[in-house]
């Protein structure tokens, strides 16, 4: 079985942080990239930030500089540290973790975590 779990959402104020957690097993997972995506109620789902097998992080641009993602292999988790949240920020956000085999590619996803930021 696969299975990712995600961890750590709640209400935050705006400026404030929230740390969110997703733990993997039933998966390689150290051969995986892993990610986070965010959708909120009218919109589509976005990505959030990844980070590959060999810790290469990608950033949406609205998230740069406020947002750290990071994995641990140890413990097969992937972390997303969230600074300065704004009200926008708002959505479920979702643990992701792809890899491609030749052409055939491997992807799972969490049930997802809300994360509200409002006062």
């Known amino acids: 079985q696969v299975q990712l779990v995600e961890s750590g959402g709640g209400l935050v104020q705006p400026g404030g942080s929230l740390r969110l957690s997703c733990a993997a097993s039933g998966i390689a997972f150290s051969i995986y990239e892993v990610g986070w995506y965010r959708q909120a109620p009218g919109n589509q789902r976005e990505l959030v930030a990844t980070i590959t097998s060999g810790r290469i992080t990608n950033y949406a641009d609205s998230v740069k500089g406020r947002f750290t993602i990071s994995r641990d292999n140890a413990k097969n988790t992937v972390d997303l540290q969230m600074n300065s949240l704004k009200p926008e920020d708002t959505a479920v956000y979702s643990c992701?973790?792809?890899?491609?085999?030749?052409?055939?590619?491997?992807?799972?996803w969490g049930q997802g975590t809300q994360v509200t930021v409002s006062s």
């Open positions: 992701n973790a792809n890899r491609y085999m030749g052409p055939v590619k491997r992807d799972y």
